[in-house]
């Protein structure tokens, strides 16, 4: 049996906020401000999330929804609780308006 590459296992009490791609890796951002690095590109966790939950927002990002604090439709961006800031893709704003 092939060996799962994530580096470090969620705990169900942490909650992921944010998926950050970083070449063929993920930076998983996680609800009490910690990183954890998996050796999945990002692609693979779009296909396996809930869709209801998480939705990638551009090349590099996708968030939970339970996260977003304010949304800026005049500026394609919405903001994370932990106040980190998102730029939405022209293409996905449709699916993101429908989304919300």
Same mark, same amino acid.
């Given at each position: 049996?092939?060996?799962?590459?994530?580096?470090?296992?969620?705990?169900?009490?942490?909650?992921?906020?944010? *998926?950050?791609? !970083?070449?063929?890796?993920? #930076?998983?951002?996680?609800?009490d401000?910690?990183?954890? %690095?998996?050796?999945?590109? @990002?692609?693979?966790?779009?296909?396996?999330?809930?869709?209801?939950?998480? *939705?990638?927002? !551009?090349?590099?990002?996708? #968030?939970?929804?339970?996260?977003?604090?304010?949304?800026? %439709?005049?500026?394609?961006? @919405?903001?994370?609780?932990?106040?980190?800031?998102?730029?939405?893709?022209?293409?996905?704003m449709?699916?993101?308006?429908?989304?919300?």
């Open positions: 049996m092939k060996q799962p590459k994530i580096i470090q296992k969620i705990p169900r009490e942490k909650k992921i906020m944010l *998926m950050e791609s !970083n070449s063929n890796y993920t #930076i998983i951002h996680l609800s401000g910690k990183k954890l %690095l998996s050796g999945y590109n @990002l692609k693979f966790y779009e296909d396996r999330t809930d869709n209801q939950s998480f *939705m990638r927002l !551009n090349r590099s990002e996708m #968030i939970n929804k339970t996260f977003v604090k304010l949304i800026n %439709l005049d500026e394609f961006s @919405l903001t994370l609780n932990n106040g980190r800031r998102v730029h939405i893709s022209r293409r996905r449709k699916a993101f308006q429908a989304w919300i």
